[in-house]
C-alpha cells in the first residue's frame, strides 16, 4: 500500500469503526440498565439493542447510491450527523420508547456503502482486500473495546453519558472526513454502490453463503448480549463495573488464539479449514452456553471460544466476499454485505429479546446453535476463490 492509500484506509475504517462503537459501546450493560426502567422487558431491551440495524440496513444502499450523485464526503458527513441526533436524542431519553427512537434515528446515519465505495475510489485494485479487511479488524477491535470500556463508562458517566458521548465522538468524525480523510476522484459508479440492487452477479450462491454468515455472526453477538451482562451479575456475582475484568483478559486472549488462525488461511490456504472450523466451535460455543450459564467458570471460558471465533469471522468474511465479487459489481456486493450485517444485529437483538421474555435464556443459546448449525451445512459449501498466481 502507498501511504496514501494507508492514510485513506485507515482514517475510514476508524469512521466506520466509531459507528459501530455507537451499537457495542451500551451492549455489555445495557440489559442491566434497561431492567430499571419502568415498563422495561426482554423484549425491549432486545428492540433497543438491534433497533439500529434496522434503520441501517433499510438506508444502506440508498445512501450508497447518493454518495455517488452528491459526494461521498457529503454524505457521510450528513450521516454522521443524523447518528449523533439519534445518539442526542437517546441519551435525554427517559424510558426504552424514546431510547428505542434515538437508536433507530442512530441506525439511519447508514453511511456504511459510502465508506465501502470510498475506499474503492481511494485503493488499487490489489489493495482493496488488504483496506476491506482492515475495516474487518477495526469492526471486531470496536466490539472488543466497547466490552471492556462500556462497564467502566457506565461506572461513571451511566448510559445517558455513553449516548452523549457517542454523539460527541460522531461530531469529532464530521471534523475528521472533512479535514484529515484525502479526497479520491469518484471510480466506482453508482451500479457498483446499489444502482443495480437486482444485478443477478451481487446474488451468487458463493456470495449469498458469505452474506449468511456475516448475518448469523451479527445475529449471535447482539442475542447473546441480551442474557450474558445478567449471567455475569447474578451467577458469577461480578459487579457491573468489574465486568470488564472478564473481558479484557477474554478478548485479548482470544485475538491472540485467532490472529495465528487468519494467517494461516489466507496465507496458507487453508481458509476451508479455519472457515468451518470457525462456524463448528461457534455452534458448540452456543450449547455449551445453553447448558452452563449459570456456571462462572464454565461462562467464562465458553466467552473466550466465543470471542475466538467472533475474531477469525470478522476478519475473513469481508475479505471472501471483496475476493469473491465481480471486479465491477464489488461496491455492490459490499452494500449488500453491509445489509446483511445490519439485519442479523436489529434480527439478534429482536429475536433475543423476545425468546429471553416469551421462553428462557437458554432460549437465546438454543436458537444461536440452531442458526449455527444450518451456517455449518452453508459454510460446508464455500468455496474460498483462487488468488492471482496461485
Not at 485467532?258 to 461457534?282: C, K, T
Amino acid at each position: 500500500m502507498s501511504a496514501q492509500e494507508r492514510r485513506s484506509s485507515m482514517t475510514l475504517a476508524s469512521i466506520y469503526g466509531l459507528r459501530m462503537l455507537g451499537l457495542f459501546l451500551i451492549l455489555p450493560v445495557f440489559a442491566i440498565y434497561a431492567g430499571r426502567l419502568p415498563g422495561s422487558n426482554h423484549f425491549l431491551v432486545g428492540l433497543a439493542l438491534g433497533i439500529y440495524g434496522f434503520t441501517q440496513a433499510l438506508l444502506q444502499i440508498p445512501f450508497g447510491i447518493a454518495s455517488d450523485r452528491f459526494g461521498r464526503k457529503p454524505v457521510m458527513m450528513f450521516g454522521l450527523a443524523v447518528f449523533a441526533i439519534g445518539s442526542f436524542i437517546a441519551g435525554i431519553a427517559h424510558g426504552l420508547d424514546g431510547i428505542i427512537v434515538g437508536r433507530a434515528i442512530q441506525g439511519a446515519g447508514a453511511i456504511s456503502a459510502a465508506i465501502s465505495a470510498m475506499i474503492a475510489d481511494s485503493t488499487r485494485d490489489e489493495n482493496r482486500t488488504k483496506a476491506m479487511a482492515m475495516v474487518g479488524m477495526t469492526i471486531g477491535t470496536s466490539f472488543i473495546v466497547s466490552l471492556i470500556l462500556g462497564p467502566a463508562l457506565y461506572h461513571w458517566i451511566g448510559i445517558p453519558g455513553m449516548f452523549a458521548l457517542t454523539g460527541v465522538l460522531a461530531v469529532a468524525a464530521i471534523a475528521v472526513v472533512k479535514w484529515v480523510v484525502p479526497d479520491a476522484p469518484m471510480r466506482a459508479p453508482a451500479e457498483e454502490v446499489g444502482a443495480a440492487a437486482s444485478h443477478d452477479s451481487v446474488f451468487t450462491p458463493a456470495l449469498l453463503r458469505l452474506h449468511f454468515s456475516i448475518f448469523v455472526v451479527n445475529f449471535t453477538q447482539v442475542a447473546m448480549f441480551v442474557v450474558i451482562p445478567l449471567a455475569l451479575l447474578h451467577y458469577a456475582r461480578i459487579p457491573v463495573e468489574h465486568h470488564w475484568m472478564v473481558y479484557l483478559p477474554v478478548t485479548v486472549g482470544s485475538f491472540v488464539v485467532a490472529i495465528p488462525g487468519i494467517i494461516w488461511a489466507e496465507s496458507r490456504g487453508h481458509m476451508r479449514a479455519v472457515f468451518r472450523g470457525a462456524v463448528a466451535l461457534l455452534a458448540l460455543t452456543m450449547l455449551g452456553l445453553a447448558a452452563a450459564y449459570t456456571r462462572p467458570a464454565l461462562l467464562i471460558a465458553l466467552l473466550f471460544l466465543f470471542f475466538a471465533a467472533f475474531n477469525v469471522m470478522e476478519a475473513l468474511i469481508p475479505s471472501l466476499v471483496s475476493r469473491t465479487a465481480p471486479p465491477a459489481r464489488k461496491g455492490l456486493a459490499m452494500g449488500v454485505y453491509n445489509t446483511a450485517q445490519s439485519l442479523g444485529l436489529f434480527a439478534g437483538g429482536a429475536a433475543g429479546g423476545w425468546i429471553a421474555k416469551a421462553w428462557s435464556s437458554e432460549g437465546v443459546f438454543l436458537a444461536c446453535a440452531a442458526l449455527a448449525l444450518v451456517w455449518l451445512v452453508v459454510a460446508w459449501f464455500i468455496q474460498p476463490p483462487v488468488r492471482h498466481g496461485h
